[in-house]
């Protein structure tokens, strides 16, 4: 014998919950995305829109996949590099130096270097790169 009648509940999701906590984790990753980032040394990439390339007088410095490293187009030791680049820095007002980096050296020591120019007070480092691969 059945007092009550019982009717069963078909199981239902609310959708507006569930659309607003995406909401809220969205805007919490966007917002937590931007105070992460922005460390670093400032890099200004060359863009090429043409097939004309423009030049601009900067200091140059160089490294080869042997590890030689040049500025100015002459030879300098890794020792003399910090002081070096503070005399340079003195005589340039911009503060950018060009990079010219073969791509056989390995990351670490780019990144090494890049802390080196840094600390010597260059603000802007530039990399050269090639506008199309050899054949």
Do not use: C, W
Not at 32 to 50: A, F, M, N, Q, T
């Amino acid at each position: 014998m059945q007092l009550f009648e019982t009717k069963r509940r078909t199981p239902a999701i609310n959708l507006a919950a569930l659309i607003d906590i995406l909401f809220l984790l969205i805007i919490f990753f966007v917002v937590s995305s931007r105070i992460i980032g922005e460390s670093g040394v400032k890099l200004v990439l060359p863009y090429d829109k043409s097939k004309s390339s423009v030049t601009v007088e900067m200091p140059l410095f160089e490294m080869s996949a042997n590890g030689k490293l040049m500025l100015q187009g002459k030879p300098v030791s890794e020792k003399k590099l910090p002081e070096a680049l503070r005399r340079l820095k003195n005589e340039n007002v911009k503060g950018s130096l060009l990079m010219n980096i073969d791509r056989k050296v390995p990351h670490g020591r780019v990144v090494r270097l890049m802390s080196v120019v840094r600390e010597s007070g260059f603000q802007h480092i530039v990399f050269g790169t090639q506008s199309a691969q050899p054949k």
